[in-house]
């Protein structure tokens, strides 16, 4: 299939437009975890594990500043959410995430 100039230009603009709305959208998850962990300094609960709540490394830390969960939680809570587990959800057995939940 030979594409013309025009349809050359509307596929380029479509996948930069693409590109750009997966930039923001990177950009407002990783601004959304540095205000959780704000306010988890605000808290007093910065540097604490939300699952066990033990202290989170200083190494991770320094990593993900961000990060809410120890290595073993983390380690742990990507266990339970593995694709096989996934297969049983809600979403008919297609075991996929929901592409505009953020990660934690």
Same mark, same amino acid.
């Given at each position: ?40 300094? =605000? %808290? ?8 066990? /709540? ?7 830390? $320094? +990593? ?16 339970? =959410? %593995? ?8 979403? /008919? ?7 505009? $939940? +953020?990660?934690?």
């Amino acid at each position: 299939m030979i594409r013309t100039s025009v349809e050359r230009k509307a596929t380029r603009r479509a996948y930069l437009r693409q590109m750009l709305l997966n930039r923001q959208f990177a950009t407002g998850t990783l601004l959304g975890h540095i205000n959780t962990a704000l306010g988890r300094i =605000d %808290a007093g609960g910065y540097g604490d594990c939300v699952t066990c /709540g033990k202290e989170i490394s200083v190494k991770r830390l $320094q +990593a993900l500043p961000f990060d809410i969960r120890c290595m073993t939680c983390e380690g742990l809570r990507r266990v339970d =959410d %593995a694709p096989e587990k996934r297969s049983t959800s809600d979403d /008919g057995g297609a075991g996929l995430l929901n592409p505009v $939940q +953020a990660p934690s």
